[in-house]
């Protein structure tokens, strides 16, 4: 049964540093690995996709790395800002379901 | 412009009172998701339809039904909400292989 966790649960870093959250899955079939943010009382919105094939995927100040051999991904965030402050979620895509497995977040505050 | 559109946005029920949860989408997707978040926590899916072929969760509780009567719209079911049930519900929708998964804003429900 696929597993996913993130640490840390909880990051709060001050403005303009550099930062990394991580996740990490026990099963390594997966189709592909999404990063999600999470405003408080919103949805879900979509930051960066990686398929399994590929090793990184950057968006603006962001970028997402995938290692399936050790079940790794990180989400790097460039030069923070207080408005990157939300919960960061990530959910792997099973080979051989529709399902997305997801952690329970990392929440991250951004000083200023 | 909105592609998955939950309403309503906030919902307040009864202990015990029926209640039901809308989501629709315009992307055309196969595939339409519930998802359960409670505070904190990772999503939990509920269910997920791929056309009209319905997959529940083997922990899905009975109180919770799930209706798409065509491909825009599903219905979740909360048959008698109980104090447990109050939690963010998220619709989210895929394509044939579900490669990326959108998510709608949730409805945020609340069991007085």
């Known amino acids: 049964k696929q597993e996913v966790t993130q640490i840390p649960a909880a990051l709060s870093v001050p403005e303009g540093e550099n930062l990394v959250l991580n996740c990490s899955f026990t099963d390594s079939a997966i189709y592909n690995l999404q990063w999600f943010r999470q405003d408080p009382g919103k949805g879900l919105t979509s930051l960066l996709l990686i398929q399994s094939s590929q090793r990184e995927q950057t968006s603006g100040r962001l970028n997402a790395s995938l290692d399936k051999s050790s079940g790794r991904s990180t989400l790097y965030i460039a030069a923070s800002q207080p408005g990157d402050s939300a919960t960061y979620l990530c959910a792997a895509l099973m080979d051989s379901s529709y399902k997305l497995i997801f952690g329970s977040g990392t929440r991250l505050l951004v000083r200023p | 412009d909105a592609m998955v559109i939950q309403n309503p946005r906030y919902q307040v029920t009864q202990f015990g009172k029926p209640v039901t949860l809308s989501c629709s989408q315009t992307l055309n997707h196969n595939v339409m998701y519930w998802y359960q978040q409670k505070s904190s926590q990772a999503p939990k899916l509920l269910f997920h339809?791929?056309?009209?072929?319905?997959?529940n969760e083997a922990d899905t509780p009975d109180n919770f039904q799930s209706r798409r009567p065509n491909t825009s719209f599903c219905f979740l079911d909360i048959r008698s909400p109980g104090l447990g049930d109050a939690a963010m519900y998220l619709c989210?929708?895929?394509?044939?292989?579900?490669?990326?998964?959108?998510f709608g804003p949730g409805t945020r429900l609340t069991v007085l």
């Open positions: 989210a929708t895929g394509g044939p292989r579900a490669d990326t998964q959108y």
């Open positions: 339809y791929y056309d009209k072929d319905f997959n």
